[in-house]
C-alpha cells in the first residue's frame, strides 16, 4: 500500500480545507493509498501552534500593518533570512514523521511544510515525491524555498506559472490546476427547494454575505454593509453568514428584528451548505480568502471583495477584480453605489458571471489528483 502524507498548516481555514479535499477525492477515487493529514506546526510543537495562530488571528482582526509588515518583509531581506532558519531548524523535527510514516508521496498546501521537506530532500533525509498546492492567487517567495527539491507545483492560474518561472522555478514542473475545490461544488442542485428551505422567494436576486466569521471584518463596517443593503435595496434578498462570531450574529439578527425584514433576510451562523447557498445566489460579498475565491468563481459567482487582508487577500481581489469576475470595495467607495450599478445593468451582472466562469477551474482537485496518482 502506498503511502500519502498531506501537511497544512492552522492559520486561516484555507489550507486545511484543500487538504481535506484532495485526501477526499483520493479516498473516493482510489484504493490502496493509506493517507495521513497533518497540521505541520502543531506536529512540531503544539504550543508554537497556538501562539502563531493567535498571532496570526490578532493581526489579521487588529494590527493589519504588522501582518503586511511581516508578509512581505518575508518574502526577502532579514525577516525571510530568519523565516528560512526556523524552518530549518524544525525540519528537523518534521523529519521523525517522515522516517516513521515513510511516505511514498507529500503534498503540502502550506508554505512551511513544503519549505522543510524540500530541505530534508535537499539534505537526503528523504526521497519521496514532493508536492506544493498554492492555496491563494498570487506566490510568495516562502512557497519557493529549495524549489529544486519539489517535484510539482499547482497553481490557481497561468499567471502564477508564468511568475513561478520568472522566479527561477522549472516550468515542467509547474501546473495551473487550480486550486483544490470539494466535488460538492460539481453537483447539480434543486434552487426551488433549497430557497424554499429558507422561505425565500425564487423571484428575487439574492446575496450570499460571508460576514467573515471568527476572522470578520470590523463590526461595524459589517453591521453598515448589511443595514445599506436591508434599507437601499428591498427587491433582493439576503442569506448573511455570520459563522462563529457569536456578536455579529446577535447585532444581525437585532437588525432584522428592527427593520422587520425577516422574509427576505435569513442570518445563519456556522453552515456546512455553503455549495447549495452558492447554487442558489446571484453575487457573492466576503473577504477573499483562497478557498471562497475559488468556490465563488466555480459557482459562477460574481464576488464584491470587503475588507481582504494585506498581502494574500488584497492579491486575490487584483485577480478577480482584473479579470472582470468581480468589484473590490476600497475605504471610501460608496456600495449602494456600487450594488445599483450592478443589478440595475442586467448585462453587467450577466458578464460578471461568464467571466466567473471562465476562469474558473472546477476540476482542479481531480486533475490534481490524476498527475498525481495516474
Not at 525577516?79 to 511516505?103: C, D, G, H, T
Not at 424554499?196 to 422567494?201: F, I, M, Q, R
Request: aromatic share 10%; with cysteine.
Amino acid at each position: 500500500m502506498n503511502k500519502i502524507l498531506i501537511f497544512y498548516g492552522s492559520y486561516g481555514g484555507g489550507h486545511l480545507s484543500a487538504a481535506r479535499n484532495i485526501r477526499d477525492y483520493i479516498e473516493n477515487n482510489y484504493t490502496d493509498y493509506e493517507i495521513k493529514l497533518v497540521d505541520c506546526i502543531e506536529y512540531i510543537n503544539k504550543i508554537l501552534n497556538k501562539v502563531t495562530t493567535k498571532a496570526y488571528t490578532d493581526f489579521s482582526r487588529n494590527a493589519r500593518w504588522i501582518w503586511k509588515q511581516l508578509y512581505y518583509g518575508s518574502e526577502k531581506g532579514g525577516l525571510s533570512k530568519i523565516s528560512n532558519s526556523i524552518n530549518r531548524v524544525m525540519a528537523i523535527k518534521l523529519n521523525k514523521l517522515l522516517q516513521e510514516f515513510k511516505p511514498d508521496l507529500i503534498i503540502s498546501t502550506h508554505p512551511f511544510s513544503s519549505q522543510m521537506c524540500a530541505i530534508l530532500k535537499k539534505k537526503q533525509k528523504i526521497n519521496c515525491k514532493l508536492a506544493t498546492v498554492m492555496t491563494d492567487y498570487a506566490p510568495h517567495s516562502q512557497w519557493l524555498i529549495a524549489h529544486e527539491f519539489v517535484d510539482y507545483y499547482f497553481v490557481a492560474h497561468e499567471g502564477m506559472k508564468e511568475d513561478l518561472i520568472e522566479r527561477g522555478v522549472d516550468s515542467q514542473k509547474i501546473l495551473a490546476t487550480g486550486i483544490p475545490l470539494s466535488n460538492r461544488f460539481l453537483l447539480s442542485y434543486n434552487k426551488s427547494k433549497i430557497l424554499a428551505e429558507y422561505n425565500l422567494s425564487p423571484n428575487k436576486k439574492t446575496i450570499l454575505f460571508f460576514a467573515g466569521g471568527e476572522f470578520g471584518f470590523g463590526k461595524d463596517k459589517t453591521f453598515n454593509m448589511l443595514k445599506s443593503i436591508i434599507d437601499n435595496f428591498p427587491y433582493l434578498q439576503v442569506i448573511a453568514i455570520a459563522g462563529r462570531n457569536i456578536k455579529i450574529k446577535e447585532r444581525f439578527d437585532e437588525l432584522v428584528s428592527a427593520t422587520n425584514s425577516g422574509d427576505s433576510v435569513k442570518i445563519l451562523s456556522y453552515t456546512n451548505q455553503v455549495p447549495e447557498l452558492m447554487s442558489v445566489a446571484d453575487l457573492v460579498i466576503t473577504k477573499p480568502g483562497g478557498l471562497t475565491t475559488t468556490e465563488s468563481l466555480a459557482s459562477g459567482l460574481p464576488l464584491i471583495v470587503i475588507d481582504p487582508l494585506p498581502g494574500q487577500e488584497e492579491e486575490n481581489a487584483k485577480f478577480v477584480e482584473k479579470n472582470g469576475a468581480g468589484i473590490w470595495i476600497r475605504k471610501n467607495d460608496d456600495i449602494k453605489t456600487i450594488l445599483l450599478n450592478i443589478f440595475n445593468d442586467t448585462y453587467k451582472l450577466q458578464n460578471m458571471k461568464i467571466r466567473a466562469r471562465l476562469i474558473a477551474k472546477k476540476n482542479s482537485t481531480k486533475d490534481i489528483c490524476e498527475t498525481l496518482l495516474g
